[in-house]
């Protein structure tokens, strides 16, 4: 058993990811949290994590021979896959893990690459991955192969490491004697920044998010506009939120000056930015943004992100960029809202 794990670990870790550990593939220990969270309705148009519940609670009846994830992280700060030609010259609006080619693809390449190296080692035993999109409790998973603890931001937060990094799993029907972390482990301690610092109150209580107020729920799931009241807060993000975990003393410890300097902006080009989302035509910012994050919400969704911020900076100078929209029958009403914050 032992030459496996060490076999493994001397695998993995030759394919640099920025940290990994081991779980038993089974009921998450937070699944109960889970249902409840659905039940609250907390998850707003998000369906699939309703159609997920039943594979999260029993992953085997979704995946019969797992036995084990082998799990991954990958920092996002530096971006580790930058597009070439990226077409802002203002990333601050920008989530850090959006500002550059898009990880269900460059990171689920590393891990599918990971899986054919393990295939190769481990011929008769089946493996296959994932992040993000499928029906795995990633931060419970991760937080079980001892990768960090939920800080009260719901991010799976480490102390060395902090929280800018993505998760990804490795499903294999290796079977390895594991020990499970002390899951009581809690480094957050008095400490309430996140939930002081964000902007919509989203964060309802410690580790429970409210995802219906999430700016990264407004700017990137949520198929219609932002509500009238939730609009203003969204502040000048076109493109998810990192607020709750830049203000994390445990990530500015570890990235220092660095993480402040991301996000400074200048208001020129701005304009220039969103002129250009407002007027340049939907196709054309498909191209442009291809493989990347950005293009999930495709051109109509960055001109309707592109027309909060608009209107929440009050950039008047863009009142014939936005003019443009008044009639459009999907982003005409938030048209006219931004001309009426001027
Ligand atoms: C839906 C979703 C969202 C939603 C809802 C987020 C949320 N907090 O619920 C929205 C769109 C708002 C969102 C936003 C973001 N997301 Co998101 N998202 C997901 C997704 C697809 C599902 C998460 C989910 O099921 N949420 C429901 C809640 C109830 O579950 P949960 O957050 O996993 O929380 C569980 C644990 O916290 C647990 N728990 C609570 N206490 C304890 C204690 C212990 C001991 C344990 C073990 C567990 C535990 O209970 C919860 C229920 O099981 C995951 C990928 C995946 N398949 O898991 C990515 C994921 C969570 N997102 C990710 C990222 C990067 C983001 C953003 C930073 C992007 C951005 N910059 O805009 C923000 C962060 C906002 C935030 N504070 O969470 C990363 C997080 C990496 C990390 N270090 O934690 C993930 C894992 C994607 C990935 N593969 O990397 N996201
Ligand atoms: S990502 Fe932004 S809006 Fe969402 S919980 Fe964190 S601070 Fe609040
Ligand atoms: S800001 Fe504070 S409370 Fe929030 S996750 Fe970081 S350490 Fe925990």
């Given at each position: 058993m032992s030459t496996i794990l060490e076999k493994l670990n001397a695998l993995v870790r030759n394919e640099g990811f920025t940290n990994f550990g081991f779980a038993e593939v089974?009921?998450?220990?937070s699944i109960d949290l889970y249902d409840r969270w659905l039940s609250d309705g907390?998850?707003?148009?998000?369906d699939y994590l309703e159609r997920h519940a039943e594979d999260k609670r029993n992953p085997q009846k979704f995946y019969?021979?797992?036995?084990t994830a082998i799990v991954v992280t990958q920092s996002?700060?530096?971006?580790p896959a930058p597009k070439e030609g990226?077409?802002?010259?203002?990333?601050?609006?920008?989530a850090l893990y959006a500002r550059g080619r898009d990880y269900h693809r460059f990171f689920h390449t590393r891990l599918r690459a990971l899986c054919a190296k393990l295939a190769t080692e481990f011929p008769g035993e089946e493996f296959t991955s994932f992040t993000d999109?499928?029906?795995?409790?990633e931060r419970d998973l991760a937080a079980r192969a001892g990768l960090g603890w939920i800080g009260k931001n719901t991010c799976l937060l480490d102390?060395?490491?902090?929280?800018?990094f993505l998760l990804g799993e490795v499903y294999s029907s290796l079977t390895l004697p594991l020990e499970l972390p002390d899951?009581?482990?809690?480094?957050?301690?008095?400490?309430t920044r996140c939930l002081d610092a964000c902007p919509t109150g989203?964060?309802?209580?410690?580790?429970?998010?409210?995802a219906r107020k999430c700016i990264s729920y407004l700017t990137?799931?949520?198929?219609?506009?932002?509500p009238p009241d939730l609009r203003s807060k969204i502040?000048?993000?076109?493109?998810?939120?990192?607020i709750c975990q830049t203000v994390c003393p445990w990530n500015i410890k570890v990235h220092g000056d660095q993480l402040s300097a991301q996000y400074q902006s200048s208001e020129e080009s701005l304009v220039e930015d969103l002129r250009y989302l407002l007027t340049a035509p939907n196709r054309q910012l498909e191209r442009d943004f291809e493989?990347?994050?950005?293009?999930?919400?495709n051109g109509i969704g960055l001109k309707r992100n592109a027309l909060v911020v608009a209107g929440n900076r009050r950039l008047a100078v863009l009142a014939p960029e936005i003019n443009?929209?008044?009639?459009?029958?999907?982003i005409g009403d938030l048209a006219r809202w931004a001309l009426s914050q001027f």
């Open positions: 089974t009921t998450p220990f907390l998850n707003g148009e998000m019969k021979r797992a036995r996002y700060l530096p971006h990226w077409p802002l010259k203002d990333v601050a609006g920008v999109a499928g029906p795995v409790l102390r060395s490491k902090g929280s800018l899951l009581s482990r809690d480094f957050c301690g008095t400490c989203a964060l309802i209580e410690p580790r429970k998010l409210d990137i799931e949520m198929k219609d506009a932002a502040g000048s993000w076109l493109f998810g939120c990192d493989a990347t994050p950005l293009a999930r919400i443009r929209h008044v009639d459009h029958p999907r």
